[in-house]
C-alpha cells in the first residue's frame, strides 16, 4: 500500500531535478571598460556575460538574445543559429556589440535572453537604457509621435483637408558587427485604395524646364516605401502611358512640396514575410531549381521565391542543380552559382562561406574565412574552396587579410590560400561564364495613382526594363 506514496515522491523528486537541471545564475550587460552597468551612450559599446548553473555536460546548450524597445517591439532578433556554450565553462560572452545597431534611439529597452537545452528553454529579461550624448530629455519630449503638435504646425483650412506625407530619413550604413546587423526602421504596410476618376486633371506648371523622365523617377523612388522601392532599382524607365512627360514630372514637384500624396503604386508585397518590423535589404528577382534559405528567426530551411524579401542575418544556399540571382536596395546585382552559401549582412555586404558568387555594383563588400574584398563601381567573380579565387572583370577591387593587401585592376585575377597573403595580380586566363545563365533583363509595368491636395487622383503607368 504504500508503494504508490514512495513512487509519488520519487516522481516529485525526479521533477525537481530536471526542472532545476539548468538554470541562469545571471547576466550581465558590460561597458568596455568591463563594468556592470544599465545604462549606456549611444555611440558605445557593451557586452554581454551569462553564467549558467547546473549545466548537463552530456547535452547541447545553445543561447540567443533579442532587443525590446519601451513598447515590446523587437529592435534585434538573434537570426543566426544558437551559439553553443562550452560546458567546461560555465560563462558565456559576447563582447564589442555596437549599442547604435542594436538600439537605434535613446530610451528603455529589454534584453531577453534564451538558453535551450535540447526540448527545454529558459528565459531572463533584463532592462537597460540608452541615451544621448546631450543632457536626456524628459521621456514625453522624446515620443515619436506627437499629433497635437504637427496638427498645429501643419493642418491645412478644413475645406481642403490633407494629411502630412511621411518620407523615409536616410540613415549612414554601419559596418557589420560579427554577423550581427540590423536594419533601421518600421516594415511599411500595403493598403487597398478604391480609385475613381470622372474628369482629366489640369496641373500648373511648376519648373520652366522639364526634368528628363530618369531624374522625374529617381525622386519618385524616394516617395516610395522602401519595399516598394527595392523592386525599382536597376529598372529604367522605357515609356510613361496616360499622362506626359511634363505632367508626370509636375506630379513629382507636387510631391516634394506636399502637395500631393501617393495612394497605390500597384507593387504588392508578398503576404509569407518574416520582417520583425525590419527594412528588407534585398529581393530575389531569379531563382533556379530549389535555392534554400534560412529567414531571421526561422529554425528551418525553405525554398526561395521569386520577388522574396531578404533581410539581415538571411542565409542563403544553393545545391548542385540552383541558382539565384537578387538585386539589393542600391541596385548592387549577386548571382550565387551552384553548391554556394552566403549570408546576407546589409545593402553593400554579403560573407560567402562556399562556393562562388558574381557581383555588380557601384560600391560592395564581400568577407570570407581567408580574405576580404571590397570594390568600387565594378563587375567581379569570387570562388571560395580550398582556396579564395579573385577575378576582376571590370572596375577595380582590393583584397587583403591580416597578412596584406592587393589591388586588382580590370581583367586581373589573384589568389588567396589560409594563413598566407594575397598573391600577386595575374591576367585572367579564363573568364568565366556560369553567371549567364541568370538573365536579369526583364519588364515592369506599374501602375500609380497620386491624389492633390484638392482630392483629385491621377492615374498613369509607367512601364520599366532593366538596365
Known amino acids: 500500500m504504500k508503494s504508490p506514496s514512495y513512487l509519488f515522491l520519487f516522481f516529485v523528486f525526479l521533477s525537481a531535478n530536471i526542472i532545476s537541471a539548468l538554470e541562469i545564475k545571471s547576466i550581465k550587460i558590460l561597458d568596455e571598460k568591463g563594468q556592470d552597468r544599465k545604462e549606456f551612450l549611444i555611440n558605445s559599446k557593451f557586452s554581454l556575460t551569462l553564467e549558467l548553473q547546473d549545466i548537463d555536460r552530456k547535452k547541447l546548450t545553445g543561447f540567443v538574445f533579442n532587443i525590446y524597445n519601451s513598447k515590446g517591439k523587437v529592435t534585434f532578433k538573434h537570426t543566426e543559429e544558437p551559439t553553443y556554450i562550452n560546458t567546461d565553462k560555465k560563462t558565456f560572452s559576447l563582447k564589442n556589440i555596437e549599442i547604435k545597431r542594436i538600439c537605434p534611439v535613446a530610451g528603455d529597452y529589454i534584453l531577453e535572453t534564451l538558453v535551450t537545452e535540447e526540448n527545454k528553454e529558459i528565459a531572463s529579461k533584463t532592462a537597460f537604457r540608452i541615451k544621448t550624448e546631450e543632457i536626456e530629455q524628459p521621456k514625453e519630449i522624446l515620443k515619436e509621435e506627437q499629433p497635437e503638435v504637427v496638427e498645429q504646425a501643419f493642418s491645412e483650412p478644413k475645406s481642403q483637408p490633407y494629411p502630412e506625407i511621411k518620407t523615409e530619413e536616410t540613415q549612414q550604413e554601419i559596418p557589420p558587427v560579427s554577423e550581427y546587423t540590423l536594419s533601421r526602421s518600421t516594415f511599411p ?234 598573391s600577386k595580380p595575374d591576367k585572367i586566363s579564363k573568364i568565366p561564364i556560369w553567371q549567364e545563365k541568370i538573365n536579369f533583363q526583364e519588364e515592369k509595368n506599374i501602375k500609380m495613382v497620386v491624389e492633390t491636395s484638392s482630392g483629385q487622383k491621377i492615374k498613369f503607368q509607367i512601364l520599366l526594363q532593366r538596365q
Open 189 to 422: 504596410q500595403t493598403s487597398e485604395t478604391e480609385i475613381s476618376t470622372k474628369s482629366p486633371v489640369e496641373l500648373i506648371t511648376i519648373q520652366p524646364e522639364i526634368p528628363s523622365k530618369e531624374e522625374s523617377f529617381s525622386k519618385l523612388k524616394s516617395f516610395l516605401k522602401k519595399s516598394e522601392k527595392i523592386q525599382l532599382e536597376g529598372y529604367k524607365i522605357k515609356e510613361i502611358q496616360n499622362i506626359t512627360q511634363k505632367k508626370f514630372a509636375e506630379i513629382i514637384s507636387l510631391l516634394e512640396e506636399k502637395k500631393a500624396n501617393i495612394l497605390d503604386s500597384g507593387l504588392k508585397i508578398p503576404e509569407k514575410i518574416l520582417s520583425y518590423g525590419i527594412d528588407p535589404l534585398a529581393i530575389s528577382l531569379k531563382t533556379k531549381g530549389n535555392p534554400l534559405i534560412l529567414s531571421k528567426g526561422a529554425v528551418r530551411w525553405k525554398n526561395i521565391e521569386k520577388g522574396q524579401f531578404l533581410y539581415s542575418g538571411d542565409i542563403l544556399r544553393t545545391d548542385k542543380n540552383s541558382f539565384v540571382g537578387i538585386v539589393f536596395d542600391g541596385a548592387a546585382e549577386l548571382k550565387m552559382n551552384y553548391n554556394t552559401e552566403i549570408v546576407v549582412l546589409s545593402t553593400d555586404s554579403v560573407k560567402l562561406r562556399f562556393g562562388s558568387i558574381w557581383i555588380k555594383s557601384k560600391e560592395f563588400n564581400i568577407q570570407t574565412s581567408v580574405a576580404n574584398v571590397s570594390s568600387e563601381n565594378s563587375e567581379l567573380v569570387l570562388a571560395l574552396q580550398d582556396k579564395l579565387y579573385v577575378q576582376t572583370l571590370k572596375g577595380n577591387s582590393k583584397v587583403e587579410n591580416e597578412k596584406g593587401s592587393e589591388i586588382l585592376k580590370e581583367k586581373e585575377s589573384l589568389t588567396v590560400t589560409a594563413g598566407d597573403k594575397p
